[in-house]
């Protein structure tokens, strides 16, 4: 009996010892593998650039996160690949989260970007005002960031919307080439394209920085968010660390691997004119709220979304 009562005994501790050791690896397993790799889709302009510092100066890596940067030539492009789960995030817009929240996808701002968003004339245009560009051609793409702040700039000039002719060119490079061929009269576009043009012969008319806005923003998918919070910390470190380095690095020391890494045109060198970067922040209420405005008074939004309804800040606070 006694014989019996021993083997039991040792076979209990070899199950419980057995279901420690797997707890251990599990445990181990779980701690190596917890962190998710993060999906972002970057668009052709300087918004992007802190994304490509950290991803080719090892700040992710220094961070343990993995981030997966995919380039888009559209906002529409890039929102279909967002809205269809294969991104976890974008460089994007407050237009588009508010256009997002419209359509039924969970999707929230996390920050707030350094965008630059100019009106070029082409060079064989006399154009000096904005006044002269009643009944011209200008090249935008619809409902988004790009046609808001052309809005702004008609009105600060004392023009609507309606005078003037907007030929919608989704594409930024198609834009600029549109522009620089003198097929239209002038274009909205984002940095670096607007500093191309310029250098092209073009001339800068206004600018999303001459009138004190930045509807630039991150975004992310509410499920991101909420199951990729340790990921989202350590992607928000190395990009502040990114922010660090260009504020002190000269552009001759990483132009070249913009061009290389980031399919910024050759063009850019000696053109590219950068914001004024700084730390992830969330946007501001009154910034977002105009924004709002402007798509409910267009009708392309049936309700007024709140500040906290379009924006999540825990990663910035």
């Not at 997002?100 to 968003?117: M, N, P, Q, R």
């Not at 552009?251 to 730390?279: H, R, W």
Request: net charge neutral; with cysteine.
């Amino acid at each position: 009996m006694k014989k019996i009562i021993v083997f039991l005994l040792i076979c209990a501790m070899t199950v419980v010892l057995g279901a420690c050791a797997n707890s251990k690896k599990e445990g181990a397993d779980s701690k190596s593998g917890q962190l998710q790799n993060i999906t972002i889709g970057l668009m052709p302009d300087v918004d992007s650039i802190p994304f490509i510092i950290a991803q080719e100066k090892g700040y992710f890596k220094e961070e343990g996160v993995t981030v997966i940067l995919k380039p888009f030539r559209s906002a529409v492009d890039r929102d279909s690949a967002l809205q269809s789960g294969n991104l976890d995030g974008a460089i994007s817009d407050m237009l588009a989260e508010a256009f997002a929240k419209e359509g039924g996808f969970d999707t929230v701002i996390t920050s707030l970007t350094s965008g630059s968003y100019k009106l070029v004339i082409n060079k064989d245009e006399k154009i000096t005002s904005i006044k002269e560009l009643k009944g011209k051609d200008v090249a935008i793409s619809k409902n988004t960031i790009i046609e808001y702040v052309t809005d702004k700039i008609m009105a600060e000039g004392g023009l609507t919307p309606e005078d003037i002719h907007k030929v919608v060119i989704p594409q930024i490079p198609t834009r600029l080439e549109m522009l620089q061929s003198g097929k239209v009269a002038a274009a909205t576009l984002p940095e670096p394209m607007a500093s191309i043009a310029v250098r092209n012969g073009g001339k800068l008319l206004n600018s999303s920085d001459q009138l004190g806005i930045n509807p630039g923003v991150l975004i992310f998918t509410t499920k991101a968010v909420n199951e990729k919070d340790k990921e989202l910390q350590g992607m928000y470190r190395a990009y502040n660390k990114a922010i660090e380095y260009l504020s002190k690095e000269p552009m001759d020391n990483y132009i070249d691997l913009l061009i290389e890494k980031g399919g910024f045109p050759e063009s850019v060198k000696g053109a590219l004119v950068l914001p004024q970067y700084k730390k992830a922040m969330a946007p501001g209420a009154a910034d977002v709220e105009d924004c709002v405005t402007w798509l409910k008074a267009r009708q392309l939004i049936q309700k007024v979304y709140p500040y906290k309804e379009l924006v999540d800040d825990r990663f910035v606070r």
